[in-house]
């Protein structure tokens, strides 16, 4: 048998629920789990074995956890303000109770059985919401000054950069060599409580919670921006594999 080390982790990546409508002549309509590539080929590349879920019932979340050595939330719509304990101001789009309990089901199990996970965007959000922590429905309304996503192009979207200081001494700050970094800014949403079990580590200029990670032993970090979309911030995922590669070998031991 191959050795743990030579093994590649098998990372869970959670999905997207998308209508797809017939656009052209011979294209038929399509209800589609999807997910951004950027995820597929940087985990790849850190050397991991990635693996697309579809949404399922709370009770599918753990036997998928059980297939898994790291789980990576993705991002995607708002989460629905129940999950949290709240009503929709008519701020929050996209969004889905079921999936929302099918994700924090992920993230409990994957917290029960010691499994690195890594949450992008709506993920950190997932991440704090699932122990407990709020959410601001409009960033803008408390953040006026931050970048702004609404009525602009995809293209302009992208472009769209602010920086991030990190908390010195902290894991993020050890995985990126520094306190301070530059980020993309892809949300209208952002943490207002932190759930428990972990603390705020990084923040925008304006005081948004932009990076969050676990005060325990269990591996677990959370990222406003989306560290698959820049070049020059892969080592998150890089340092992900890494811990997920350890954590292999702890369990097996």
């Not at 969004?95 to 994957?110: K, S």
């Not at 005060?215 to 080592?235: M, N």
Request: aromatic fraction near 8%; charged fraction near 25%; proline fraction near 5%.
């Amino acid at each position: 048998m191959p050795s743990i080390y030579n093994e590649l982790p098998v990372i869970g990546i959670t999905s997207c629920r998308q209508y797809l409508p017939k656009v052209t002549e011979g294209r038929t309509e399509a209800d589609l789990y999807t997910l951004a590539v950027e995820y597929v080929a940087v985990i790849r590349r850190a050397g991991g074995l990635p693996v697309i879920l579809p949404h399922g019932t709370p009770e599918d979340g753990a036997k998928y956890v059980d297939e898994l050595d790291g789980l990576v939330l993705s991002g995607g719509g708002d989460i629905d303000p129940k999950s949290y304990g709240e009503t929709n101001e008519g701020l929050s789009y996209d969004t889905n109770y079921a999936v929302d309990q099918f994700e924090m089901a992920l993230i409990h199990a994957a917290k029960e059985r010691n499994i690195p996970t890594l949450g992008i965007c709506r993920g950190l959000q997932m991440l704090s919401v699932a122990f407990g922590g709020k959410m601001y429905q409009e960033l803008h309304d408390i953040y006026p000054h931050h970048p702004r996503v609404k009525g602009k192009t995809r293209e302009e979207i992208m472009a769209l950069r602010h920086k991030v200081n990190l908390k010195p001494g902290s894991q993020l700050a050890q995985v990126y060599g520094g306190t301070e970094i530059v980020v993309n800014s892809i949300h209208h949403q952002c943490i207002r409580t932190v759930g428990e079990g972990f603390e705020a580590v990084g923040w925008s200029e304006d005081g948004i919670i932009e990076a969050i990670e676990s005060t325990g032993d269990w591996v677990s970090w959370g990222v406003q921006w989306h560290p698959e979309k820049l070049e020059a911030s892969p080592a998150i995922i890089e340092t992900f594999v890494k811990e997920v590669k350890r954590s292999m070998v702890d369990r097996r031991r």
